[in-house]
């Protein structure tokens, strides 16, 4: 007969054990938030927390103080293979395909913005004093004077609205996600790569509106409008769909309106300015009286 210490049970450290419990809190909000229709695919854009996550943990290095050089070195660690691809992204947009998802979010940069904001400054002020220039050729009184002055103002304008409008745009978005959990939130970084990279388009139509026809400056504005407005909507769009539906439809309305300030007012100030009447040459008479000459 076995003696008692013998039929006591004994437990193996090393075993294996398998604990069948309730699912999870996070599995349960994953389950239902794949049982909502038209929510797979935006989840696939977007992203989850989880995902987001995991992104930042198999990347994660660590940070070098803001006062240094390699802190702000980071922010144009990008290559041109990256640049080029964000271009593309942001000149043929993709409808439903969001863009800080597929280009930015694994690492999003100032290198483009910057480069692509510098390029227009100066498009716009060159082309805007050839722009005068060809409109006042072969006038006897006109004499071509460089407006260097635009520079400055150009400068002051698109980068204020590249760097100003993604910042407001950031603070409202982090307000918005205290209030309705189900916002996502995208960095200041991130936006401003998209307000950077989103302006591209309007490099070329700026050179483009030398050419002096009023009708066909307003159908270039136009169409690099809708094609750069485009990313903005797809990109923020899924960002504020999920607060009040009057202010989401607010956001995106004042994402566009200002989008669509800036082009008109860059095309009628640097463009469509007025013509300026020259006076006229006064050219003194044999007898002693002055003559005054109209040019039209």
Excluded at 188 to 212: D, M, Q, R
């Amino acid at each position: 007969m076995a003696a008692v210490d013998d039929l006591k049970f004994r437990a193996n450290p090393d075993a294996t054990t398998i604990s069948i419990d309730e699912p999870t809190e996070a599995h349960k909000k994953q389950h239902s938030r794949r049982q909502e229709p038209g929510r797979e695919e935006d989840d696939e854009l977007l992203g989850t927390d989880d995902s987001d996550k995991t992104e930042l943990l198999a990347g994660q290095k660590k940070s070098a103080p803001f006062w240094t050089f390699e802190y702000y070195q980071t922010f144009f660690d990008v290559d041109t293979y990256q640049v080029l691809d964000r271009i593309k992204g942001s000149v043929f947009p993709v409808p439903g395909r969001n863009f800080v998802r597929l280009y930015v979010r694994s690492n999003p940069d100032l290198y483009g913005p910057f480069w692509i904001c510098a390029t227009l400054v100066f498009a716009i002020a060159v082309s805007g004093n050839l722009s005068n220039f060809f409109i006042h050729l072969g006038r006897p009184t006109y004499h071509y004077v460089p407006e260097f002055r635009k520079v400055s103002i150009a400068a002051t304008t698109i980068y204020a609205y590249a760097w100003l409008v993604p910042l407001a745009l950031w603070g409202f978005l982090m307000w918005r996600n205290s209030k309705v959990m189900n916002i996502v939130s995208y960095s200041f970084l991130e936006i401003v790569c998209v307000y950077g990279y989103s302006l591209f388009v309007y490099i070329p139509t700026a050179i483009l509106w030398i050419i002096p026809q009023k009708v066909v400056r307003w159908v270039l504005m136009i169409f690099s409008l809708c094609l750069s407005g485009s990313v903005l909507v797809m990109t923020f769009w899924p960002a504020v769909r999920d607060d009040n539906r009057r202010i989401a439809l607010a956001t995106m309305g004042t994402i566009v309106l200002l989008h669509a300030l800036l082009s008109v007012g860059c095309l009628a100030y640097f463009f469509d300015a007025p013509e300026v009447d020259f006076p006229a040459p006064i050219i003194p008479a044999h007898n002693g009286t002055t003559l005054i000459t109209k040019v039209k």
